[in-house]
């Protein structure tokens, strides 16, 4: 997915890691860091200095999220549901783009439209405690909601042949 994105979405995505020194970002599932670090220079310093930590594999995902403050979804990464309902279960704020899996249990303050509305919210989540503690909680709700009687709500209102 990082091949596919422009100059501007990745030199944004670096910059976070300028702007916040103690920023480490975990990449779970990438079995090629060799092409990864390929896709921009400043992917390999980070890689290099564990600031960008490429996992191939995880057996037990949940585990993982003890060591995380939030859970990013990029765009242009597909599925994601199942890494993303357990960092809501986990207690992890998350970002996700609109028209993923994730978005039908996600409320819409989770969910982001475009790749610089990803970024902003990043930042946001980076410096703002409490905003990552709402929407975490924002997040339970959602999910405790998210059941097959409502999530089919809206057929009640379709016209029925």
Not at 8 to 29: M, P, Q, R, T, V
Not at 65 to 90: C, T
Not at 102 to 127: G, Q, W
Not at 130 to 149: F, G, S, V, W
Request: aromatic share 12%; charged share 20%; proline share 4%.
């Amino acid at each position: 997915a990082f091949a596919g994105y422009d100059d501007e979405f990745l030199n944004n995505f670096l910059h976070l890691f300028d702007s916040y020194k103690h920023l480490c970002w975990a990449f779970i599932g990438l079995s090629d860091s060799d092409r990864f670090v390929d896709i921009n220079p400043g992917f390999k310093a980070l890689v290099d200095n564990n600031r960008i930590i490429v996992i191939p594999w995880v057996d037990d995902l949940r585990s993982l999220y003890e060591y995380a403050n939030a859970y990013v979804h990029l765009p242009g990464f597909g599925g994601g549901g199942q890494g993303v309902a357990m960092a809501v279960a986990e207690g992890l704020p998350v970002l996700a783009m609109s028209g993923t899996d994730s978005c039908n249990f996600l409320p819409k303050d989770s969910i982001c439209k475009t790749d610089t509305e990803i970024i902003e919210r990043i930042h946001k989540l980076i410096t703002n405690y409490d905003h990552r503690a709402n929407l975490a909680n924002l997040q339970k709700i959602e999910m405790a909601r998210h059941t097959p009687a409502n999530t089919a709500r809206f057929l009640s209102s379709l016209p029925i042949n």
